[in-house]
């Protein structure tokens, strides 16, 4: 499986961008996609998931209410809508997906064995 992901970009805070990951081919069972992310001089870390087969999302605590994470079936895409961008969100944002991850693990970045190439997202005035 690969994953191509696009749709990063400079904005203003307030700002919105949405983020798609297509995948190379369709997935199966429990598995899941996810949206990580890293800003200079800090770890990677998690931002969303969602379940291909139920579509049970799962956020962090600093996105709620702002993003969103959907998939599309047909189109083997994830996608990160981004409302309310803020300073703080500029990262390099990667698209991952695994398969077999229990939820308590969805937020762990070594559950995801494959990976996107990011894609960068600078929020400043």
């Known amino acids: 499986v690969q994953l191509q992901a696009s749709g990063g970009g400079s904005v203003q805070p307030g700002d919105s961008l949405r983020l798609s990951c297509t995948f190379s081919?369709?997935?199966?069972?429990?598995?899941?996609m996810a949206w990580f992310r890293q800003a200079p001089g800090k770890e990677r870390e998690f931002v969303a998931a969602?379940?291909?087969?139920?579509?049970?999302?799962y956020y962090a605590d600093s996105v709620k209410g702002r993003f969103a994470i959907s998939r599309d079936k047909a189109k083997i895409t994830s996608y990160l809508q981004m409302n309310n961008l803020k300073p703080e969100d500029t990262a390099v944002y990667y698209c991952?997906?695994?398969?077999?991850?229990?939820?308590?693990?969805?937020?762990?970045?070594?559950?995801?064995?494959?990976w996107g190439q990011g894609t960068q997202v600078t929020v400043s005035q």
């Open positions: 991952a997906g695994g398969g077999g991850i229990i939820t308590s693990s969805t937020y762990r970045a070594s559950s995801y064995n494959t």
């Open positions: 969602i379940r291909w087969s139920e579509s049970t999302t």
């Open positions: 081919e369709r997935p199966s069972g429990r598995y899941v």
